[in-house]
């Protein structure tokens, strides 16, 4: 089975979403200067830096985390989308693609729970 079937819904694909994740962490794991580094290093790192900048400089930065959790939901709600299609085309191709959304959700739904997870700690200190 070919998995380039032509769709006339021009849905999103996972593939396409796949390559919009990892931009999504590339931008996250870019200011980390290691692949190696765990997201709560490049997370301190980055707000010890914005605190010694100041109280604007460390509000801007939770914004930033708070930004970056909303557009991983909106993220999750287009996987969720593209696997609640209609279109027989995508469903068929959603067949052969189980790993990568398994991969998908785990990935993103981790990363954006620590953010969010980070904040909440952050706002009741």
Not at 4 to 12: F, I, K, V
Not at 63 to 72: L, P, S, Y
Not at 89 to 106: G, P, S, T, W
Not at 109 to 125: G, H, P, Q, R, Y
Request: hydrophobic share 35%.
């Amino acid at each position: 089975m070919d998995n380039d079937l032509p769709c006339p819904c021009n849905s999103p694909t996972l593939q396409s979403l796949e390559t919009v994740f990892r931009q999504w962490q590339k931008d996250w794991r870019s200011g980390s200067g290691s692949e190696s580094t765990t997201w709560d290093e490049v997370f301190n790192n980055e707000l010890a830096c914005s605190r010694t900048k100041g109280e604007r400089a460390t509000t801007i930065f939770l914004d930033e985390v708070a930004q970056r959790a909303m557009d991983g939901r909106l993220l999750l709600e287009d996987i969720r989308d593209a696997v609640h299609t209609h279109c027989p085309y995508c469903r068929e191709r959603l067949k052969y693609d189980a790993i990568l959304l398994y991969d998908l959700l785990v990935s993103l739904v981790s990363e954006v729970k620590f953010f969010e997870v980070k904040l909440a700690t952050i706002c009741d200190n």
